[in-house]
């Protein structure tokens, strides 16, 4: 938020008065300035068996870049790249709706770990990396369909 910006709240609070407490309240606004500087934050990342990465992220601005790196918990030098979409295509279940998706083809079944980047529209840039070990599976090329 650049600027000023009005908040307005509901504020309630208690007076003790032997042998009854008065409740009083009131509207309060506060005014907000400043520039927005906080990088988006992780809300949850999943992986079903279908090798779809999938992280909520949510921010006060809009998010134009999230991307996963995958690295193997028994081969670290195994790296797999991925950007992540919010436009219903590639492994996105729906355009818009705040969660980014992204199918991906890994060579070796088992163990991996994540690492997430995810930019704002102003540049703010959250790198954070995944407490869970996610599941992916070798993915059969002669069988498996593609995604657009």
């Not at 996105?92 to 991906?104: L, P, Y």
Request: charged share 30%.
């Amino acid at each position: 938020m650049e600027g000023e910006t009005d908040i307005t709240l509901y504020a309630e609070y208690w007076i003790p008065e032997y042998p009854d407490h008065h409740i009083k309240g009131g509207e309060i606004t506060l005014k907000v300035s400043g520039e927005d500087k906080t990088a988006p934050q992780v809300d949850w990342a999943y992986v079903k068996g279908d090798n779809i990465f999938q992280a909520k992220f949510y921010d006060g601005r809009k998010i134009v870049h999230a991307e996963v790196t995958l690295r193997s918990q028994e081969n670290p030098d195994l790296i797999y790249n991925a950007t992540l979409n919010d436009q219903g295509k590639s492994g996105d279940r729906s355009a818009e709706d705040g969660v980014f998706s992204q199918k991906i083809e890994v060579k070796k079944f088992g163990l991996y770990n994540a690492e997430v980047v995810v930019v704002d529209d102003l540049g703010n840039k959250g790198v954070y990396t995944i407490p869970e070990k996610f599941i992916f599976h070798e993915v059969d090329l002669f069988h498996e369909k593609r995604l657009p």
